[in-house]
């Protein structure tokens, strides 16, 4: 059974900084990885999605990287805002079906 | 971008309460909708699997008859809570999907709480 295992689960940071949010699964055997921001009270909104055979992704000042053979898998945010402060949601999609199997998230406060 | 549409935002009933959900895709055709249920820091726990015009495919554990889903459209699915208690009281999210290598789009979530 594939389970997904984000650290740390809380993460407060001042303004400027570059942090680094990790993600790890336990089944190598994935289509595909997304990451997730969800604000207090709201649903999910998709920051990016790497295929198996890639190995990173860019948006913005988001990059997330992706090492299936380990499992691992890493967001790393650039010159953080306060605006960034949200729970980051990793989860993975194992071939044959759509669903998605999700970590706990990571709670990020960045401080003014 | 993809927009999903969830409503209502909140609910508070009593127990004993039937409460119906919507999840709509408002700009493309979602070949697949997923429920899910998010209790206090913890992660989504899927429910179900809703595709149009057959079945719901539920995980194990949920109750498909507590937890009613019919996908009428590409557009709307529903999650029906029959007979809700207060240990239903939870946030429960929908998302749409229309191919596998694209992001599942979620909606705002429902509230809900049951006295």
């Known amino acids: 059974k594939q389970e997904v295992t984000q650290i740390p689960a809380a993460l407060s940071v001042p303004e400027g900084e570059n942090l680094v949010l990790n993600c790890s699964f336990t089944d190598s055997a994935i289509y595909n990885l997304q990451w997730f921001r969800q604000d207090p009270g709201k649903g999910l909104t998709s920051l990016l999605l790497?295929?198996?055979?890639?190995r990173e992704q860019t948006s913005g000042r988001l990059n997330a990287s992706l090492d299936k053979s380990s499992g691992r898998s890493t967001l790393y945010i650039a010159a953080s805002q306060p605006g960034d402060s949200a729970t980051y949601l990793c989860a993975v999609n194992q071939g044959g079906s759509e669903k998605l199997v999700f970590g706990k998230g990571t709670k990020l406060t960045v401080n003014p | 971008g993809a927009v999903v549409s969830q409503h209502p935002s909140r609910v508070i009933c009593k127990s004993g309460t039937s409460v119906k959900i919507e999840c709509r895709s408002l700009?493309?055709?979602?070949?697949?909708m997923f429920w899910y249920r998010q209790f206090p820091k913890q992660s989504l726990m899927l429910m179900a699997t809703?595709?149009?015009?057959?079945?719901?495919?539920?995980e194990q554990g949920v109750e498909k008859d507590k937890f009613l889903i019919n996908h009428a459209s590409l557009t709307l699915s529903t999650l029906t809570v029959t007979s809700a208690h207060p240990e239903d009281s939870s946030f429960y999210i929908c998302?749409?999907?229309?191919?596998?290598?694209?992001?599942?789009?979620f909606g705002d979530g429902t509230r809900l709480s049951i006295l």
């Open positions: 998302s749409a999907s229309y191919h596998r290598d694209q992001p599942q789009h």
């Open positions: 809703s595709n149009e015009g057959s079945k719901a495919t539920y």
């Open positions: 700009d493309f055709q979602a070949t697949t």
């Open positions: 790497i295929q198996s055979s890639q």
